[in-house]
């Protein structure tokens, strides 16, 4: 097909491709009923004229937070008006007026004015309505270890939670979402005394979870018979053995695109294997991306063993060049199996049968590739 062709081309393999958007909200959202009714059960007080209990949302990437907090707040907001919800991308919004122009945003329907106006007029306005109209806050900070990197992160929380210091009567809750399972944040005891938040743990997707998903997806994304079973089990299939979802949806959008430059009413195996190619170096960077150095330095170190991958053995190579201690040298190979960079096998053998030996789950030469363009 000419470019003109394809851009102007009439028929779809796809009924609604939004369902393939990062941002796209499902209406039905399995496998995280637990968790939903956690966050339910913190905004509940705020419904009742009481103050709304303060979370931790934590899991790793991929593993549906953004989506349960946007799915609660969208609920909220549809059957009451007693507390407005308000969500942050903190990978944004990463400054104090950053924040609370959001908040004043979703209030009043405008931003404020970025200069001319000081912030304490601002913060005032967003409090004074929360007061006068016997409304509660709750505010979702996704990413939160931004807020820390900017060394923002006890003032915002400060504002946030003690504005009834201030305010009378006004009712304030924050979601600190977490996708960085190592990141331990550190309040001031003055925010840390009121924070005091309910734990929220969303664990990874198991291979069923993610197959059950796609092809919920993909039911709601493409017309009928557009993908077969089998090429929906090779997908899921490849999401699971990465460890995120993200790279599911992904092909299977990408997978459409190429069908659909084929002018294909169905996708095929060979669009799949197009997909795959296109996709794979795309999340490895991604996830190689949010390691720290020293994390990084291990990778490598196992990246560049042909053998003497036993555990103990890798941490001398590793103290070497980190002088770290054999505490933090496990907690960073934990965190490498936990983001599927590394499987780790006990060997039987060592003190108690506790050694274990260290497997890639990549081609070296494809880490070394995606590390050189980070």
Do not use: W
Request: with cysteine; net charge negative; glycine share 4%.
């Amino acid at each position: 097909m000419d470019i003109d062709d394809i851009l102007l081309y009439d028929e779809t393999v796809f009924k609604n491709i939004d369902a393939f958007n990062p941002d796209y909200i499902p209406k039905h959202f399995p496998h995280r009923k637990s968790q939903m009714e956690a966050l339910a059960i913190c905004i509940r007080p705020a419904l009742r004229n009481g103050r709304p209990v303060n979370a931790v949302v934590l899991g790793s990437c991929a593993t549906g937070k953004t989506t349960a907090i946007k799915k609660i707040f969208e609920n909220v907001q549809k059957t009451s008006d007693k507390v407005i919800c308000v969500y942050i991308n903190c990978q944004i919004h990463t400054t104090r007026f950053g924040v609370f122009s959001q908040i004043y945003q979703r209030i009043f329907g405008h931003t404020p004015p970025e200069t001319g106006v000081p912030f304490s007029r601002i913060y005032q306005n967003i409090m004074q309505h929360l007061s006068s109209h016997d409304q509660a806050l709750v505010v979702a900070l996704d990413d939160i270890n931004n807020l820390f990197y900017k060394k923002n992160a006890n003032k915002i929380f400060y504002d946030i939670l003690r504005a009834h210091e201030a305010f009378e009567g006004v009712r304030t809750g924050v979601f600190a979402i977490l996708s960085d399972i190592e990141f331990r944040f550190v309040l001031d005891k003055n925010v840390n005394s009121i924070f005091i938040p309910q734990e929220i743990i969303f664990n990874p997707y198991t291979r069923k979870e993610m197959e059950d998903i796609l092809k919920e997806r993909a039911k709601i994304g493409f017309y009928s018979d557009v993908i077969s079973d089998e090429l929906l089990d090779e997908i899921t299939e490849y999401a699971s053995s990465s460890g995120d979802l993200r790279v599911g949806i992904d092909l299977l959008r990408i997978s459409g695109n190429l069908a659909e430059a084929d002018a294909s009413k169905t996708i095929e195996k060979k669009h799949v294997e197009e997909a795959l190619k296109s996709t794979g170096s795309i999340n490895l960077t991604y996830t190689l991306k949010s390691l720290s150095d020293d994390e990084k330095v291990l990778l490598d170190i196992i990246r560049q063993s042909e053998d003497d991958l036993i555990a103990g053995n890798l941490y001398n190579a590793f103290r070497k060049k980190m002088d770290s201690s054999y505490a933090s040298f496990n907690r960073i190979l934990n965190k490498l199996e936990f983001l599927r960079l590394v499987d780790t096998q006990f060997t039987g053998k060592g003190v108690k049968g506790n050694s274990r030996i260290v497997i890639l789950r990549f081609d070296p030469e494809e880490i070394q590739k995606c590390m050189n363009s980070i």
